[in-house]
T-cell receptor
Framework: NAGVTQTPKFQVLKTGQSMTLQCAQD?????MSWYRQDPGMGLRLIHY???????DQGEVPNGYNVSRSTTEDFPLRLLSAAPSQTSVYFC???????????FGPGTRLLVL | AQSVAQPEDQVNVAEGNPLTVKCTYS??????LFWYVQYPNRGLQFLLK??????LVKGSYGFEAEFNKSQTSFHLKKPSALVSDSALYFC????????????FGKGTHLIIQP
């Protein structure tokens, strides 16, 4: 049981490049979400999903796209990276209407 | 809209002394409240939660938290601090009426001095 996994662990992009951050969970959780962590700002919700085929925006969705084709996977796409997207990104999952979210180890992204 | 405030950026405590990390919240409905801990270069680990029932909640590593509805607070406590408790602590809230994600506070650095 791997829990929540994220790849890559670290990535450097140039402004304007695109990339996808991968997130997968093997706990059959229906609820998945993406957060970004910036110094002094805590974690802010980017997008979330309550099940396959259903996604919604969080607090800071601009510049990010998501899709949920399976229960297990919830990729986060940056279509045109900007320096303001330099951050640490965490994926989390939980059973729907359950309360405890389980977090992945994070992806550190640097946009030059 | 839901929100969380952690008024202290940093808390310093001597090893063996009791510690308190403060958290206040705001939600429209009834709150689900959480504490998470983050060690350097690691993800967040769940410590404890309040959903309903007893106002005093016990969690991992000897931590506990007290839910106070009138003061809208959920302070994290431990009777005797360890150097290994030094980390970044986040309080989070979720409104029980919706499927929205957690709203986190900005975090409090807890430093336990030997």
């Amino acid at each position: 049981n791997a829990g929540v996994t994220q790849t890559p662990k670290f990535q450097v992009l140039k402004t304007g490049q695109s990339m996808t951050l991968q997130c997968a969970q093997d706990m059959n959780h229906e609820y998945m979400s993406w957060y970004r962590q910036d110094p002094g700002m805590g974690l802010r919700l980017i997008h979330y999903s309550v099940g396959a085929g259903i996604t919604d925006q969080g607090e800071v969705p601009n510049g990010y796209n998501v899709s949920r084709s399976t229960t297990e996977d919830f990729p986060l796409r940056l279509l045109s990276a900007a320096p303001s997207q330099t951050s640490v990104y965490f994926c989390a999952s939980s059973r729907l209407f359950s309360e405890t979210q389980y977090f992945g180890p994070g992806t550190r992204l640097l946009v030059l | 809209a839901q929100s969380v405030a952690q008024p202290e950026d940093q808390v310093n405590v001597a090893e063996g002394n009791p510690l308190t990390v403060k958290c206040t919240y705001s939600v429209s409905g009834n709150p689900y409240l959480f504490w998470y801990v983050q060690y350097p270069n690691r993800g967040l680990q769940f410590l404890l939660k309040y959903i309903t029932g007893d106002n005093l909640v016990k969690g991992s590593y000897g931590f506990e938290a007290e839910f106070n509805k009138s003061q809208t607070s959920f302070h994290l406590k431990k009777p005797s601090a360890l150097v290994s408790d030094s980390a970044l602590y986040f309080c989070a809230v979720r409104d029980n009426r919706g499927a929205d994600g957690l709203t986190f506070g900005k975090g409090t650095h807890l430093i336990i001095q030997p």
